[in-house]
């Protein structure tokens, strides 16, 4: 499988652009391009909405006869910077043959955040008409119907520490209105960044089919290179404008962000580890200074003054982002 991801967003809109193209011994080729967008009113608003499309040809020799199209459309509200809820729905419709097949689905989660763990917890009510595809997973109908329906409760967690990430994820799935289903499954991913630019990503597991994508039943193993062309420049000599640190204490780590710039001036500092909302800063002689307690793992960072471009602490590796650029900072 070759993919690539195309991503740009500030602090209200954020774009995703993706594209796949997989090859197999069976002689099954495939394509899948996918579009996204979040929004919300303003930086500080608690409420974002995100939604998209994605088309998928399962097999590309096949002359396109077989292919998938789907949409989602949901809207989260973040309660507090480390709990909040979701809603959505989704539909899809899968071609074979030359035969239709229509699904929907509406879905309901939270999510929570506590240091370097983050949880959520989603239930979904699918309707589907791609029997063929749950009868090859072992899911029937049980009495005569146009439509089979589940649901699936969904958990997935995700750890990261230094360069070190690792998620996994269960689902378990019900059959309803007569749908023979009683399955569960589990997936994991595991990545290490060398460098900011490199990482390697391996998972395996079991998925179970999804008809909103035509996706079947599968266990499953991968491995893949990961290399980003997101524009990384040389970092400065820091002490010039603005400056990121790492504190070590007994109970935990404190990020400090120093800022020079005029008493009178306004100065912003946000990042990842907030949700990009402002953090305190206070001025202490000639500098603005931040101190923000942070978990151990990879973070973003940046800065700006009186309403201008976002800036990257000076001693840090830049990536641009929000219309400006934002530093990466490492905290073991």
Known sequence: MLSGIRHHGDTVLAALLSGAMTWARDSVAAVQAIGALAWRPSPQSAWQAEGGVSATAFSLIGGLRDANASAWLRARHQITSQFGTMAGASMGHTVRSEVGDHSNAFEVGAWAGTGAL???LSFARMRTEDSLLLAASRVFARHRSGWLDVEDLVLTASWEHGPFEVTASGRKRSGLRG???DQSAIFATASYAFTPRYSVVVGGGHQLADPLRGTPDVVIATALLRLSFAEVTTPPTPGREGEATIARLTDGSVMIVRVRAAAAARVEVA???SGW???PV???GDVWEAQVRVPPGRHRVAYRVDGGTWKAPANL???KEFGGEVG?????
């Not at 990466?328 to 073991?332: A, F, H, Q, T």
């Open 179 to 181: 749908t023979d289903a």
């Open 328 to 332: 990466l900072i490492v905290v073991p």
């Open 282 to 284: 206070t001025f202490k």
């Open 277 to 279: 909302e402002g953090v």
């Open 317 to 319: 590796a830049r990536f």
């Open 118 to 120: 983050h949880l959520d």
């Open 271 to 273: 990042g990842s580890f």
